[in-house]
């Protein structure tokens, strides 16, 4: 059902025919408690901001019993409405998915609403997945804050909206493609970005839309190729990319610095490595990625051993 309210806004009240929780399916999308492209408001309700191909929009998603109210506003507000069953998993097909092991079983059965959304927004995947390759979480999502702040645009938000962190809601759309191929050297360094991760990400930004065509749903499909046919964009990252933009159930982000101790500890009580987390995760071919998401929300984490790693600070080389 669409619906307009107060001037600017757009209105779905969307009722899933699948158990869906609202933050669990969207968590993927934070990039950090101070995501400038994403917040948690007083009432409940989760905001994204996003640049849809009808231009920048803001979307907030509230679960209310068994339907989710939908609001958005800017000129990408309906496109943004019409990708919210998506967003929530409506194209996932989980049924072809059977828990062998019970941290498995376990944990599906305490969250069946989680589900594997699509956005259908490539480059807005891969720009942060870039960030965060070979550092650790909070060094990339530092970047990504000083990136949107200074680069973004604020999103079409009504006024007098309360975070769940106090504060007044300030949304930032990410920038446009043309806009991140020119930011300068110097504001990549004040971010903290090397220039390896700034080239990455301004070639991709150059061959942005051929990027957004032909997402495909299988790991083979021509998003993929497209993917790993860009300098500095690998296994992992692409990985990462289609979890979110494609809602791809069988992405395993090989070469992660965490996931295989994670997988194999949950699995076999031992860490391993890439290629045992692999073997481990080959019967559950189709929903390998599935699986991670599954483990991760187990609690299940191999012991600590050794000092953690320190975060870097670029700007300070």
Known sequence: MLGTGEVGILERVWSPPFAVEVGLVLGPHRRGTGDPAFAVDTGGGYWRAVRTPEGPGALRLRPCSDVVEAAAWGPGAAWLLDAVPEMLGAADDPSGFEPRHDVLREVARRRPGLRIGRTNRVFEAL????????????????????????????????????????????????????????????????????????????????????????????ADGPAESRLRSLPGVGVWTAAETRQRAAGDPDAVSVGDYNLPALVGWALTGSPTDDAGMLELLEPYRGHRHRVTRLLELSGARPPRRGPRLAVRDYRSF
């Open 127 to 218: 720009v942060p997945a870039v960030l965060e390759q070979k550092v650790l979480s909070n060094e990339a999502w530092r970047a990504w804050r000083y990136l949107l702040r200074r680069f973004g645009e604020p999103a079409p938000v009504p006024r007098g909206v309360v975070t769940d962190r106090g504060r007044a809601l300030d949304l930032r759309v990410p920038p446009a493609p043309e806009t991140w191929a020119m930011i300068p050297s110097w504001e990549w360094h004040r971010s903290g970005i090397e220039a390896v991760r700034a080239r990455t990400v301004i070639g991709a930004a150059r061959v942005a839309s051929r990027l957004e065509r032909g997402l495909g749903d299988a």
